[in-house]
T-cell receptor
């Protein structure tokens, strides 16, 4: 158990809908990262937050947004969903914001867009 | 554009032998490299990392080699154990951005 909690584990929705994925980082971790893993793809880095502030941005679509709350949990909002958004979404957390901080991953949320 | 590539989707090795997992990258600006291991239904777990200023880092049975001129990274596992059977991802970082390969599924045969 990494200590990172992602909810829900599975999500099934329809095209055009909006969903929210939630991540609770390990106790004491200030950084949260979001990744997308599509079928047969590597993990795609989406975005990083550190102590409530956006720290780094990857290939995150404009239809997607994220935030980190004062209690350090994070939410990833996906809107106007398309079939191609079906993927496994991982959240990770680390103590600090630098790349040498070990990231601990949650078990992921599997999103199916029908 | 896949900046980090793992060209071998799978690898099988006998228990006790060496496992060598390979990774190639295209961006010469990458300054930090990592390997993660992933079991089914779990998130990736950090294994070992190396800075671009080094060419080798060792941690127990795991050694990562970096050849910057060839833009090549490898992970050696010696000796391989059945519990090492998992999917291994290499990753590289630049400016706090992370790029992952597609993974190599390692099977260690008892």
């Amino acid at each position: 158990d990494s200590g990172v909690t992602q909810t829900p584990k599975h999500l099934i929705t329809a095209t055009g809908q909006r969903v929210t994925l939630r991540c609770s980082p390990r106790s004491g971790d200030l950084s949260v990262y979001w990744y997308q893993q599509s079928l047969d793809q590597g993990l795609q880095f989406l975005i990083q937050y550190y102590n409530g502030e956006e720290r780094a941005k990857g290939n995150i679509l404009e239809r997607f947004s994220a935030q980190q709350f004062p209690d350090l949990h994070s939410e990833l909002n996906l809107s106007s969903l398309e079939l191609g958004d079906s993927a496994l979404y991982f959240c990770a957390s680390s103590v600090g914001s630098g790349v040498k901080n070990i990231q601990y991953f949650g078990a992921g949320t599997r999103l199916s867009v029908l | 554009d896949q900046q980090v590539k793992q060209n071998s989707p799978s690898l099988s090795v006998q228990e006790g032998r060496i496992s060598i997992l390979n990774c190639d990258y295209t961006n010469s600006m990458f300054d930090y490299f990592l390997w993660y291991k992933k079991y089914p239904a779990e998130g990736p777990t950090f294994l070992i990392s190396i800075s671009s200023i080094k060419d080798k880092n060792e941690d127990g049975r795991f050694t990562v080699f970096l050849n910057k001129s060839a833009k090549h990274l490898s992970l050696h596992i010696v000796p391989s154990q059945p519990g090492d059977s998992a999917v291994y991802f290499c990753a590289a970082s630049v400016r706090n951005q992370f790029y992952f390969g597609t993974g190599t599924s390692l099977t260690v045969i008892p």
